[in-house]
């Protein structure tokens, strides 16, 4: 210590620089350290491309029979289930379980539809078939009352509502900033669109390619601004295993969540296929909407997404 | 510890951890018809203010009665045996704690103004009287389910956030805190249900009984008194939470709960001074018409004070709502909040739904099923849509804010909001009309209106409309069915 104000000896001096120099390299090195450290945005999934190596693109149309039978004659014509899904593989069906409507209001896909899908997963093998949907209503009550939480259940699918999704940021850089989709649907080796066909306002028609809706979180309603190239923007995104196009019913007026059974037409028809757009054409004429009426579907067609002729549909006609 | 705690924390821990998940069960949207609000239907003071305040007993309430009659029975039980934010305090009191022997002997000592609770019971039965039902502020158990609502669940992973909720949690957790320096405090000061079944336990059959013979007057009874009641001087069976810690404790057997014990040489009278009884009781009166007077929706219709559906009128809303929170918890979107401010001060913590937390799902009548005092009726479905034939029933009506609206007011096609409303034929319609752009070409718009005797006013459009923060469409309190005339137009007929 020193003995008089003023005067400090040589043991202090080096002690006090010491010890001054050692807090000041303290922050120095902790600025360094931490210094714009997160200056890189977070990592952006890429959605993977689900489609089978080696497949042509057909769609195929069965009518008349019960919805599973449906669709089980569609998958058949095009070889198999077994051609889409492989033993191990783990397998989303992305039904449209948008609205807390029943079945018979034709505002969510069909639950037979959906049980029928998980069951020729599973029976080609699939390690997990997961069943979910980002619902606009009451997820609960969307997925309880549109009858596809028991029957996919049933099949014995997971059913995961939206409430319990994780959603994480995904490389979408045609559709807008922010935007986030549900993990599950990208750790997916397969994914199976199994829309609805129903009327909207906007798009006229709301068939596989806006489907994809449903994997996406928060700050879709913005795609509404430019929905047509918003639509085939996403089918350019998303490239599902198998679209499978439910016209068990379809809805005609006051879509997409209609409401009155007056509304609602019983087709009995599902189109199962691999061209995503002609799978959308066709469940257009549906609705009574020629392709060319549908503006996404021209849009996807010049992107060489797929093909809108729909006489390239291949009817087995009924059962 | 003694056979009869043992089976009083079973007890205790059976009635929290049954509290507790119910509430879980509300906020998991639970489909089965459990008995959501059972303890709120046992609650005798609800059903004395909401007797008081709307002249009417609402059904499952009679259940106070049972609890009323327990209490004429066997004493405060429910206090020491059932109450869950009792139970909570206990704990806490134990846990933060540890005293040694005379902190003990002193913090159970009785207190001259633990009959504080008695006057704001006064108060709050004065003011129900006079038309405003405020019990709610400090019922036990409103307090409890409220604090968790509000506190609890918006916090816990995947909970959706309750901005007004600190000021209910910050009461639950003084509530729970402040037994860390006086063990059970709120019960013995300022519970209003404490209060009210401590009137009936005067009269109970079975209390503490001391055989003055037998008491080496060691004060152990004391040490662990729970109501701070003096099983050693002159017992207050008022006060008696009959947590039985005394019998058990007491080395000479001199103190038992027994049935119709002989009576005391001086029945011991409750510390309550007249005046100041009169004066709390007068100033409920008196603070009724002020609460009354800052009514949001009391006299004049607020836009903004959305109240669920099938919820009364304002002023039959206010005299049976005891702010419990239940709607709040069992709302699945999120969209009812506890009022700060736009019901006034007086209907602090009384539900109120915000569009922008979530939308008022359009079959979806959970709110008026776990209502406990009917303050919001109990509706099914197809009446409340509409589909039963009848009107259905509106909360508000939406307004599209054309300077705001994409299409309306930036020439952009949108309509998200036609795509959301729920109703059918939908509310929300949209003119499709064919519109100069600012480089000399054409755009196709559609643009949103509002057809006001289709819209329920759910706000499922106002929650889902892409412009950020302040919606481009948003929905106030006119053409609630509730109000007859909060209107705008004729119906239709």
């Known amino acids: 210590m020193s003995d008089e104000i003023g005067r400090w000896d040589r043991r202090e001096v080096v002690t006090r620089l010491g010890s001054a120099a050692l807090a000041a390299g303290a922050v120095l090195a902790g600025v360094a ?66 609205w807390d409507r029943l079945p018979e209001q034709a505002a969510n896909t069909d639950p ?33 009352r549109s009858g596809i939480a028991a029957a996919a259940a049933a099949a014995g699918a997971v059913v995961v509502e939206s409430g319990r999704l994780r959603l994480v940021p995904a490389d979408l850089a045609g559709l807008a900033e922010g935007i986030e989709v549900a993990e599950a649907v990208l750790a997916a080796d397969r994914v199976i669109n199994v829309p609805v066909v129903k009327h909207h306002r906007l798009s006229r028609a709301t068939l596989g390619m806006k489907n994809w809706f449903g994997v996406l979180g928060p700050g879709r309603n913005r795609l509404h601004q430019s929905i047509h190239r918003a639509i085939a923007e996403l089918a350019a995104t998303f490239k599902p295993t198998l679209t499978v196009v439910d016209a068990t019913r379809v809805l005609l007026a006051n879509g997409p969540q209609g409401g009155s059974l007056g509304d609602v037409r019983g087709v009995g028809a599902v189109a199962v296929g691999t061209d995503p757009v002609l799978c959308d054409a066709w469940g257009g004429v549906q609705l009574g909407l020629r392709p060319a009426e549908l503006p996404f579907l021209r849009e996807a067609e010049q992107r060489g997404l797929g093909r809108t002729d729909t006489a390239l549909v291949e009817d087995l006609g009924t059962a | 510890m003694s056979w009869t705690t043992r089976i009083r924390v079973v007890y205790q821990a059976f009635f929290l ?12 949207g639970d489909p089965r018809d459990l008995p959501a609000s059972a303890f709120f239907h046992a609650d005798p003071l609800a059903a004395v203010a909401v007797v008081l305040s709307s002249a009417t007993l609402p059904g499952a309430l009679v259940w106070g009665a049972a609890l009323l009659a327990l209490t004429v029975v066997f004493g405060r039980v429910f206090c020491g045996w059932v109450c869950p934010l009792g139970t909570l305090q206990q704990f806490a009191s134990w846990l933060l704690s540890p005293r040694s022997r005379r902190e003990s002997l002193a913090a159970n000592r009785y207190r001259r103004w633990y009959a504080t609770k008695t006057y704001v019971l006064a108060a709050l039965l004065l003011a129900a009287a006079a038309g405003t039902v405020q019990t709610g502020l400090l019922d036990p158990l409103a307090t409890l389910a409220r604090g968790l609502a509000s506190g609890a669940w918006p916090v816990l992973p995947g909970g959706r956030p309750v901005p007004g909720g600190w000021l209910a949690a910050a009461l639950l957790l003084a509530v729970v805190i402040s037994s860390r320096w006086l063990p059970r405090v709120f019960c013995r000061a300022l519970c209003p249900l404490g209060a009210l079944l401590g009137i009936f336990a005067r009269f109970s059959l079975f209390r503490i009984a001391r055989r003055g013979e037998a008491c080496s007057t060691c004060t152990l009874c004391t040490f662990a008194c729970q109501g701070a009641d003096e099983p050693l001087g002159e017992h207050r069976p008022s006060e008696c939470h009959v947590c039985l810690n005394c019998t058990t404790t007491c080395p000479e057997g001199a103190l038992q709960y027994r049935f119709l014990p002989s009576p005391p040489a001086r029945p011991a009278q409750p510390d309550l001074a007249r005046r100041y009884l009169i004066g709390s009781a007068l100033a409920g009166l008196v603070a009724a018409p ?21 919820a009364r009128a304002e002023p039959d809303f206010l005299a049976r709502c005891i702010k419990c929170s239940l709607c709040q918890q069992a709302c699945p979107t999120g969209a009812l ?3 700060i401010g736009q019901a006034g001060v007086e209907g602090l913590w009384t539900p109120v739904l915000v569009p922008r937390r979530g939308w008022c799902e359009f079959a979806c009548t959970r709110c008026g099923e776990v209502c406990p005092t009917g303050a919001i009726e109990r509706l099914t479905a197809p009446r409340k849509t509409g589909y039963d034939g009848g009107e259905p029933v509106r909360i508000g009506t939406a307004f599209v804010d054309r300077g705001r609206c994409l299409p309306w007011a930036m020439k952009t096609p949108c309509i998200v909001c036609e795509e959301m409303c729920p109703t059918d034929p939908k509310a929300i319609w949209v003119e499709t009309l064919e519109e100069p752009t600012r480089d000399g070409g054409t755009i196709f718009l559609q643009r949103p209106w509002v057809e006001p005797q289709r819209c329920v006013g759910c706000g499922i459009c106002e929650h889902r409309c892409p412009v950020g923060e302040e919606a481009a469409i948003r929905v106030f309190s006119v053409g609630e069915s509730r109000d007859p005339l909060n209107r705008i137009v004729l119906p239709v007929r």
């Open chain 1, 112 to 144: 037979e539809v959906v049980a029928e899908l998980v069951r020729l997963c599973l029976a080609a093998g699939a390690a997990q078939v997961v069943v979910t949907d980002i619902s606009c209503n009451d997820p609960r009550r969307c997925f309880a």
């Open chain 2, 290 to 310: 002020i609460l009354r007077a800052t009514g949001g929706g009391r006299q004049v219709a607020d836009p903004r004070l959305l109240r669920p559906p099938g």
């Open chain 1, 33 to 98: 350290f931490f210094h714009d450290r997160r200056r890189d945005v977070p990592a952006r999934r890429k959605v993977p491309d689900w489609r089978a190596v080696g497949v042509p693109p057909r769609v195929v149309a069965a009518r008349g029979g019960e919805p599973a039978a449906n669709v089980r004659r569609a998958v058949a014509a095009l070889g198999g289930m077994e051609r889409f899904v492989r033993r191990g593989e783990r397998v989303v069906v992305k039904p449209n379980v948008g």
């Open chain 2, 337 to 339: 909040q506890p009022a």
């Open chain 2, 17 to 28: 951890a049954l509290f507790i998940a119910l509430l879980e069960r509300l906020a998991a």
